[in-house]
Nanobody, 121 residues
Framework: QVQLVESGGGLVQAGGSLRLSCAAS????????MGWFRQVPGKEREFVSA?????DYADSVKGRFTISRDNAKNTVYLQMNSLKPEETAVYYC?????????????????WGQGTQVTVSS
């Protein structure tokens, strides 16, 4: 079992930055692919980024978001720069055992409770 706890969400103006963190329980964190997804009420959950030994980003966030992980701290981060109002959503952290970064949210085994990110215009 892996428990995930996100933090770092909040209210930011358009063009601003936020850094999300996801702390994971368990002793095998380094073996998991970690992903970030986001969801707006009434819409499907959307892939944002994923990391294992490689990284993957949705086209809409490339060049502005950076995913990283600290295996010693069992934590994955999402640095979000130049935020846009349309990126207002609940951001979720997820974990799964894959050999490559994965964009399909149905394949991830564990999910955090989410953290709200609100970008004002």
């Amino acid at each position: 079992q892996v428990q995930l706890v996100e933090s770092g969400g909040g209210l930011v103006q358009a063009g601003g930055s936020l850094r999300l963190s996801c702390a994971a329980s368990g002793r095998t964190f380094s073996s998991y692919t970690m992903g970030w997804f986001r969801q707006v009420p009434g819409k499907e959950r959307e892939f944002v980024s994923a990391i294992n030994w490689n990284t993957d980003y949705a086209d809409s966030v490339k060049g502005r978001f950076t995913i990283s992980r600290d295996n010693a701290k069992n934590t994955v981060y999402l640095q979000m720069n130049s935020l846009k109002p349309e990126e207002t959503a609940v951001y979720y952290c997820a974990a799964g055992r894959f050999g490559v970064p994965v964009r399909d949210d149905t394949l991830f085994d564990y999910w955090g409770q989410g953290t709200q990110v609100t970008v004002s215009s």
